[in-house]
Structures are given as structure tokens and as C-alpha cells.
């Protein structure tokens, strides 16, 4: 099935995808910000990918008439000691017009690069029981802005199939903002995959991710709130998402378990009271850092810009799912 998915994406050119709109603080009054679909194209992209009994592949298309070099990080959990978020990363080209399918278990580069002799990169990441994500930078300012399109998919071994374009960073987002996630148990969905990916944005190149550097939803005097089609709410405690097991792919609540059986719910003692559709309203409480790494940089990673990505997907675990980018904002400390 792998084999036949992969020859068939590989001529898919994908035409849309999800940019950040640039947005206002919540504080003050501001408006709700919104994720848009565009055609645009970005110069950074990130996705989710999954290989506990799933096949994932990410594309990445060059929209322009002209070579973009581009650097690819892996994230990888739970990693060497359960909790690691560990990284292989590596550079890569794109000519005009270029599309290239990244197959995470079996990575092999789109060009030959003269420092790098063979195509076949990071052996040994994402081979076994585990998940992360993967983000595509445009490298050394070479080719046009917002030239990179892209997407990705998840492939169940039940046969269902998370799709979802990628997300893409622009600089001039603002956070401070709400969040609102909606989930519906129609056609039989019982099962969610709740993802939240924090990372510091270093420079145009490169980001850094660790358990140390995370986002909060939630707080005391503005809680978590979940919806059932009754309209009936319930109070959840704040929920951190970070490059950690269990922090990373979450589920809704009792009603809406893990795909995979992360123990984590942001809505951990409700249930819902009909057997319907809701909405989860999360709001954002602030980013956190607490790695003093510096790799190689000058200051630390705590020094830098934070952002924050989500996807949501949902699946009856037999046959049929579907996933959508839930949110994505980026701001100082």
C-alpha cells in the first residue's frame, strides 16, 4: 500500500496551503486571529508524521522558477531515553517547479549535494515505534521568499489516512491569541490525535525543540473549556504542549481517547454528554522555556523567538480519518 501511495503523491502537486495570517494580542479587546488557505507559499514548513503502525510521507514543492536550497529537521520521540526529543536534520535541493516526497522511514534526499555522496540520510530515525515532526526551511537565503508549498500524510495500518496540508511560518505573527478546536464523533470517530509542536525559531536556517521549551493552554482565571452539542461546558486544567512524550500528541478527552493510547487528555475527568460533536476552547496562557542550551549559537535558546503549530485528527480506528491544522502563532518570550 506504501508503494502505491507514494508513486501516486509524487505527481501530486499540492495547490493550497495553510499560512499563518499575521495577528493581534487577545488583550485590549483584539480580534480572534484565523488560520488562512493560500496558494502563496511559505519559506517554512512543518508537519506531523507517525510510524506506530502508520506509513507517513511529507511533500515539499518548489513553486518557483528557480533553485531553492532548503534544510530539513527530524524530531523524533520518545527517542534514546523515553523522553528525548532527539534531531538528525540535513540540506537538500529543490530546482524550478521541483517536488520531492520525503518517505520518514526511509529518507532519501531529493539531490546530490557535493557534501553529502549518497541520497540515503538519517538511518536510523523513525524506523521503529515512534513519532514526531519534521520542519523544512528555505536554507542560506538561496531562491525566492515563500516559494515552498507542502503537505503530509498518515497512513494507518486499519487503512485510514490523516491528510493535511503543512503548515507554514510567517514572521509577522503575533501571539497572544484563543484557540478553538472542533471534533465530531460522526461516523463512528472515537479516537483523536490532539498535536501541539513548540520550537525557537534560532534564524532563517535552522529551529531548536527540547522537552524545555514548550506552550501553555490554560490558566486559573481563564480555563479550558469543552463543548457538547447540548451546548453544555465543562472546565478542564491548563494542558502544556512541548517535544515530549505525552506532551506532544495528546487526546481530547474520555470520549475522544488517543489514537495510540497517549495517556494525556487536555479534558482529562469529562465525558461528553451527548454522543455527538463539540468544540474545545483553549486559551493561550503563554510560551515557557527552561533549556539554557546555546548549540553553537549566540545567546541561548531562550533568547529567541518561540512558535507554536497544531493539527487535529480524529478516526474511528477501522477505516476512516481525517486531519486539520488546529493553530499556529509565533512570538517573543
Known amino acids: 500500500m506504501l508503494q502505491e501511495s507514494l508513486y501516486k503523491i509524487k505527481y501530486f502537486i499540492v495547490l493550497a496551503l495553510l499560512l499563518v495570517l499575521p495577528m493581534q494580542a487577545m488583550a485590549g479587546g483584539g480580534t480572534i486571529p484565523l488560520i488562512d488557505q493560500t496558494d502563496s507559499g511559505s519559506d517554512r514548513l512543518v508537519a506531523f508524521w507517525d510510524t506506530r503502525g502508520r506509513d507517513s510521507l511529507i511533500q515539499?514543492?518548489?513553486?518557483?522558477?528557480?533553485?531553492?536550497?532548503?534544510?530539513?529537521?527530524?524530531?523524533?520521540?520518545?527517542?534514546?531515553?523515553?523522553?528525548?526529543?532527539?534531531?538528525?536534520?540535513?540540506?537538500?535541493?529543490?530546482?524550478?517547479?521541483?517536488?520531492?516526497?520525503?518517505?520518514?522511514?526511509?529518507?532519501?534526499?531529493?539531490?546530490?549535494?557535493?557534501?553529502?555522496?549518497?541520497?540515503?540520510v538519517c538511518n536510523g530515525v523513525a524506523?521503529?515505534?515512534?513519532?514526531?515532526?519534521?520542519?523544512i526551511s528555505r536554507s542560506g537565503g538561496e531562491g525566492p521568499h515563500n516559494s515552498l508549498i507542502g503537505m503530509f500524510r498518515i497512513i494507518d495500518e486499519a487503512g485510514y489516512e490523516y491528510r493535511a496540508n503543512a503548515a507554514g511560518e510567517e514572521h509577522d505573527a503575533y501571539a497572544g491569541f484563543d484557540s478553538v478546536v472542533n471534533f465530531s464523533l460522526a461516523n463512528g470517530n472515537n479516537l483523536s490525535d490532539l498535536v501541539g509542536i513548540t520550537y525557537v525559531h534560532i534564524d532563517d536556517d535552522q529551529?531548536?525543540?527540547?522537552?524545555?521549551?514548550?506552550?501553555?493552554?490554560?490558566?486559573?482565571?481563564?480555563?479550558?473549556?469543552?463543548y457538547d452539542e447540548a451546548e453544555h461546558d465543562t472546565s478542564c486544567s491548563p494542558t502544556v504542549f512541548a517535544c515530549a512524550v505525552g506532551a506532544?500528541?495528546?487526546?481530547?478527552?474520555?470520549?475522544?481517547?488517543?489514537?495510540?493510547?497517549?495517556?494525556?487528555?487536555?479534558?482529562?475527568?469529562?465525558?461528553?454528554?451527548?454522543?455527538?460533536?463539540?468544540?474545545?476552547?483553549?486559551?493561550?496562557?503563554?510560551?515557557?522555556?527552561?533549556?539554557?542550551?546555546?548549540?553553537?549559537?549566540?545567546?541561548?535558546?531562550?533568547?529567541?523567538?518561540?512558535?507554536?503549530?497544531g493539527f487535529i485528527g480524529l478516526n474511528n480506528g477501522n477505516g476512516t480519518g481525517s486531519m486539520d491544522s488546529w493553530w499556529a502563532s509565533g512570538d517573543s518570550f
Open 127 to 135: 524506523t521503529g515505534d515512534s513519532y514526531g515532526f519534521m520542519i
Open 248 to 309: 506532544l500528541d495528546k487526546a481530547i478527552d474520555n470520549s475522544l481517547p488517543n489514537s495510540k493510547g497517549q495517556a494525556n487528555r487536555v479534558c482529562a475527568t469529562d465525558t461528553l454528554n451527548s454522543n455527538s460533536s463539540g468544540w474545545l476552547h483553549l486559551p493561550w496562557a503563554g510560551f515557557g522555556c527552561t533549556d539554557p542550551a546555546v548549540e553553537s549559537t549566540t545567546p541561548g535558546v531562550c533568547d529567541f523567538d518561540e512558535w507554536f503549530v
Open 207 to 226: 529551529v531548536y525543540a527540547s522537552p524545555g521549551v514548550f506552550t501553555v493552554f490554560g490558566s486559573l482565571s481563564h480555563e479550558i473549556l469543552i
Open 60 to 120: 515539499v514543492t518548489n513553486t518557483s522558477s528557480h533553485k531553492v536550497s532548503i534544510h530539513v529537521q527530524i524530531f523524533e520521540l520518545p527517542g534514546n531515553f523515553d523522553t528525548q526529543c532527539e534531531e538528525c536534520n540535513f540540506d537538500d535541493m529543490l530546482t524550478a517547479n521541483d517536488t520531492h516526497v520525503y518517505n520518514i522511514e526511509n529518507l532519501m534526499t531529493n539531490a546530490i549535494l557535493p557534501d553529502m555522496p549518497s541520497r540515503d
